[in-house]
């Protein structure tokens, strides 16, 4: 399978501040990424799918103004949460799709203070 | 018609058992069905996927039922192993979606020695 990094692993930071998460694939060029977020003990929620050279198609119910996809090369996506609060604390995942399957990154533990 | 549903919510085995955790879906759009595995602070890592053209897959000790006509599919961990302990994930795509993962609510596994 597909080899996917994710910095930071994790991120602590104040309230209205922006942070921003990268998801590489590290061995394969990746059309198209996606973005999940998952609560604690709660499933996978996609947030976003993320298409290189275009922009990102959201899923109801997230805000595109408030998390910033950028999918600028065939390996690398980027994830902004701008103007953080604290219930925007969460484990945000990415995925890449190669020949149809999806491999997911290691995560990034986000906690607003 | 999006959902997938998983059952049971958790389960505990004894070394050596066998795992069994079902899912059902709605739309028989779906194509691709893949069950993920998860750790704690961990990201899914894929496990084994089938389609509807065959009734199983089994790769190692885990095995895959597909029912068509049921829209069930089930993972089955055989011989299971305290290192099996984790959160399984099943998902299904296809149809409208295409590559979207429609995630099943998941099952915590616990392995007792």
């Known amino acids: 399978g597909a080899v996917v990094s994710q910095h930071p692993s994790w991120v602590i930071c104040k309230s209205g501040t922006s942070v921003k998460i990268e998801c590489r694939s590290l061995?394969?060029?990746?059309?198209?990424m996606f973005w999940y977020r998952q609560f604690p003990k709660q499933s996978l929620m996609l947030m976003a799918t993320?298409?290189?050279?275009?922009?990102?198609?959201?899923e109801q119910g997230v805000e595109k103004d408030k998390f910033l996809i950028n999918h600028a090369s065939l390996t690398l996506s980027t994830l902004t949460v701008t103007s953080a609060h604290p219930e925007d604390s969460s484990f945000y995942i990415c995925?890449?799709?190669?020949?149809?399957?999806?491999?997911f990154g290691p995560g990034t533990r986000l906690t607003v203070l | 018609q999006q959902q997938v549903k998983q059952s049971p919510q958790s389960l505990i085995v004894q070394k050596g058992g066998i795992s069994i955790i079902n899912c059902a879906y709605e739309?028989?759009?779906?194509?691709?069905f893949p069950w993920y595995q998860q750790f704690p602070g961990k990201g899914p890592a894929l496990l084994i996927a089938?389609?509807?053209?065959?009734s199983e897959k089994k790769e190692g000790r885990f095995t895959i039922s597909f029912n068509k006509s049921a829209k069930q599919f089930s993972l089955h961990i055989m011989d299971s192993q305290p290192g099996d302990s984790a959160t399984y994930f099943c998902?299904?795509?296809?149809?409208?979606?295409?590559?979207?993962?429609?995630f099943g609510s998941g099952t915590r596994l616990l392995v007792r020695p």
């Open positions: 998902a299904a795509s296809g149809g409208d979606s295409s590559y979207k993962l429609i």
């Open positions: 993320s298409n290189e050279g275009s922009k990102a198609t959201y």
């Open positions: 061995d394969f060029q990746a059309t198209t």
């Open positions: 995925s890449v799709k190669i020949y149809n399957e999806q491999f």
């Open positions: 739309n028989t759009a779906f194509d691709y």
């Open positions: 089938i389609r509807p053209d065959v």
